[in-house]
């Protein structure tokens, strides 16, 4: 059974930085498509960040760039999102997700690591 698992989330002032971690078990190859979402109160969920198997390939949400980086370790099975900058509007539920076929929905999602911004 695929599971992934978020950390790394917390509580830091506008400005600061945080990176979030998802570690992927239950499978022997890396999950070719990763992605980052987030949910904050009342809210959608919505896109942050993604990233292809080599790494090569990522996109963002217009919202984060210039200030988050995805990127991966296959050998470790571990996505992180380095997230700078941050701001009171990134407070949400971060969720990691993974799919086999770029284009298909997410096959697989972790339970959600909270990031919360004070102004």
């Known amino acids: 059974q695929v599971q992934l698992v978020e950390s790394g989330g917390g509580l830091v002032q506008a400005g600061g930085s945080l990176r979030l971690s998802c570690t992927t078990s239950?499978?022997?190859?890396?999950?070719?498509?990763m992605g980052w979402f987030r949910q904050a109160p009342g809210k959608e969920r919505e896109f942050v960040a993604g990233?292809?198997?080599?790494?090569?390939?990522?996109r963002y949400a217009d919202a984060v760039k210039g200030r988050f980086s995805i990127s991966r370790d296959n050998a470790k099975n571990t996505v992180y999102l380095q997230m700078n900058s941050l701001k009171p509007e990134d407070t949400a539920v971060y969720y990691c997700?993974?799919?086999?076929?770029?284009?298909?929905?997410?096959?697989?999602w972790g339970q959600g690591t909270q990031v919360t911004v004070s102004s």
């Open positions: 239950g499978r022997t190859l890396s999950i070719p498509n």
């Open positions: 990233i292809r198997w080599s790494g090569s390939s990522t």
């Open positions: 997700a993974g799919r086999l076929v770029a284009g298909n929905e997410y096959d697989y």
